[in-house]
């Protein structure tokens, strides 16, 4: 055994399939469906005498994504035809993009302290290809086209990325980014965010680039980074048995946590690209550029960064409500309507309440959010103190399914609390009149006591004052006593 120290060299392709309504060449809906062959047009399986058209959504996504990612936009570039041969292409040839990619140059900074700079290679547009169906308990594969055509942006990385960690980082940054910019819904599990990850190793401080493997089949980000465990460790043991790691496309299989070949360099393919006769180069105008770049939103790391500086959010605070644009914008709106209160103290409150209470109708598909302005109503009411915190919680309860205001609802269930000086100040001086002994004691230093008294004027108010109130005006009246 050698005891050279190894680091690891990483860089990912994430394709994303695009939320346009149509394919990328044809009119058929992108939309996944279920029964086979039902979204399948002469063009995307390409009859013969077919011509494809480009959907002038797929450029303005490409843009978006690019912009996203700090790439410079090609004002003209290329749609060139990919050729491989398997069953689920039944044109032969892929559609995609070789020499210029529509963005290049880009970079991701790593949403962690040290801020890592990933290089962005390229974004280019492609069509997805069908789908193979193996595993039906039969020797038969059957196929389904529904796919065929669906548009994809495919972003390809440097050779940045040094650890796992940071290689599941850098793909939830992108998934986040792409959910913000509305272009894929980010899906792994179900495909509609795949990843293929190329991996070499090499002793540390060195920067040579080593033979890299490729490892395809990767559907969740845990399994992107147990992959890549894996696979370099298993390099690491190749290199130092005086071996030479070989560049081969690997296949990750979940259920045995390991990797197996798929095909070597022997079997690459000559992918023959060439400009697609077809079609037209794809021509970005600068006006087309800037309308895209103006109606861009606010992206996750700004707008975190935004939560921290100017409402005075803790960094979990600002991280946990930029995670999805939806929630970091429900979040805003409901502090654009708290009115009575400074902005940082309305934003904290309405974080708190929020991350601690209304999430789950935000995040859960089919629950109905509470109207931001009527949860601003109701934390309006707890920070002047009409509501306790629980109080708070139940009327939230109720406000999803009765329409009325907060106050109404707080007033009819008995929850209104009362922390008006000039009611609570008189319920407090009879209680100390009577209570002489427990006065006594407390002045004695036996500060436990207040509680008792506490108690006490809470249950002359019946219940309903401001227990934060009661504490404080207790307090002043003993210190006072002691004069
Ligand atoms: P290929 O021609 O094999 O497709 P590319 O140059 O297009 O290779 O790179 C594909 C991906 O592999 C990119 O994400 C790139 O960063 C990464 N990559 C290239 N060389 C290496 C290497 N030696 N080790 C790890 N990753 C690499
Ligand atoms: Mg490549």
């Known amino acids: 055994m050698s005891d050279v120290k190894y680091e690891a ?14 394919k990328a060449f044809s009119p058929e809906a992108a939309m996944f469906v279920l029964e086979p062959n039902t979204q399948v047009d002469f063009v995307s399986v390409g009859y013969p005498g077919t011509l494809p058209v480009l959907n002038r959504r797929v450029v303005e996504y490409a843009v978006r994504f690019g912009l996203a990612t700090g790439c410079s936009i090609r004002s003209r570039s290329t749609l060139a035809r990919k050729h491989y041969f398997y069953p689920d292409l039944p044109k032969g040839y892929q559609i995609s993009q070789y020499e210029d990619p529509i963005c290049y140059d880009g970079e991701l900074v790593l949403p962690e302290e040290e801020q890592k700079r990933i290089r962005i290679k390229r974004i280019h547009i492609e069509e997805d290809a069908g789908k193979s169906i193996h595993d039906r308990g039969d020797r038969n594969t059957l196929l389904d086209f529904n796919r065929c055509g669906v548009p994809l942006l495919e972003l390809v990385t440097e050779p940045d990325i040094r650890s796992p960690a940071d290689a599941a ?66 390099q690491i043991n190749v290199w130092s048995a005086g071996e030479a790691v070989q560049q081969e496309t690997r296949l990750w299989n979940p259920d045995s946590s390991s990797t197996r070949v798929m095909r070597s360099k022997e079997m690459a393919h000559d992918y023959r690209y060439f400009p697609d006769p077809d079609l ?56 654009d309507h708290m009115e009575g209160h400074e902005l940082e103290i309305s934003a904290k409150a309405a974080a708190n309440f929020i991350m601690s209470t209304a999430l789950n109708d935000l995040t859960n ?33 109720c406000m999803k399914t009765d329409p009325r205001l907060p106050g109404e609802l707080a007033e009819e269930m008995s929850l209104l609390q009362v922390s008006d000086v000039s009611v609570i100040v008189p319920l407090v001086d009879a209680v100390l009149t009577e209570h002489r002994p427990q006065v006594e004691q407390y002045l004695g230093g036996k500060h436990g006591v207040i509680g008792f008294l506490i108690g006490k ?14 504490r404080e005006l207790l307090i002043r009246k003993l210190e006072a006593l002691r004069t």
């Not at 790391?301 to 929630?327: I, M, P, W």
């Not at 002047?384 to 009327?395: K, P, R």
Request: proline share 4%; hydrophobic share 40%; aromatic share 4%.
């Open 365 to 397: 598909e089919g629950a109905d959010p509470v109207a931001p302005d009527r949860v601003a109503a109701l934390l309006e009411l707890r920070l002047d103190g009409d509501l306790s915190s629980s109080a708070a919680i139940e009327v939230f309860e």
């Open 280 to 335: 037209p180069p794809v021509v970005v105008a600068s006006d087309m550029l800037e309308a895209i770049r103006s109606g861009m939103c606010e992206l996750p790391d700004a707008r975190r960064r935004r939560f921290g500086q100017r409402l005075a959010l803790s960094d979990y605070d600002s991280a946990l409500l930029t995670e999805e644009k939806h929630v970091a914008d429900y979040f805003e709106n409901v502090v």
């Open 9 to 22: 060299v990483i860089g990912l392709e994430v394709h994303c399939q695009l939320l346009t309504d149509s």
């Open 169 to 234: 980082a850098f793909v939830r940054s992108i998934r986040q980014i792409v959910r913000y910019l509305g272009i894929c819904d980010g899906n792994m599990e179900e495909g509609s965010l795949r990843c293929d990850a190329n991996v070499s190793v090499r002793p540390s401080n060195s920067d040579e680039l080593r033979t890299k493997t490729e490892i395809k089949n990767l559907n969740s980000i845990r399994h992107l980074e147990q992959a890549l465990e894996h696979e370099i460790a298993r």
């Open 457 to 470: 004027v809470m249950k002359q108010s019946a219940g309903a004052a401001d227990p934060t109130v009661v």
